[in-house]
């Protein structure tokens, strides 16, 4: 599975749900709902909350996806920012903590 999105989706497939029926499931509106299949909209904590009340069974699951999800990010993140090795500092860069 690659995310949640597609772990949701897969879900409603399965189990043959309207974008409603799915919604009322997770706790939150259709239109949110929508917004997050489409990926126009991040997958929330109302979403993640609702995912793992109505999906109990699932729950380890989407903790791996989103462990995945905020390792992934904190990597990207820390690829985009240049250490700062410019003077102040007493500590040379290898001595510094790695993310």
């Known amino acids: 599975m690659k995310d ?7 879900i409603k497939t ?3 749900l309207t974008d409603k029926q799915m919604a ?5 509106s259709r ?5 997050v299949r ?3 909209m991040p997958v929330g904590l109302k979403i993640l909350k609702g ?18 999800e905020i390792t992934k990010s ?5 690829k985009n920012e240049a250490p700062n090795y410019t003077g ?3 500590v040379f860069p290898e001595e510094r903590l790695q993310p």
């Open 4 to 10: 949640l999105v597609d772990l949701l989706t897969k």
């Open 14 to 16: 399965e189990e043959g």
């Open 24 to 28: 009322e499931r997770l706790g939150c």
């Open 31 to 35: 239109a949110l709902f929508q917004k």
């Open 38 to 40: 489409a990926r126009t």
């Open 51 to 68: 995912f793992v009340l109505a999906f109990p069974k699932l729950r380890h699951e989407a903790s791996l996806i989103v462990y995945r």
């Open 74 to 78: 904190c990597r990207e993140r820390s």
């Open 88 to 90: 102040d500092s007493n």
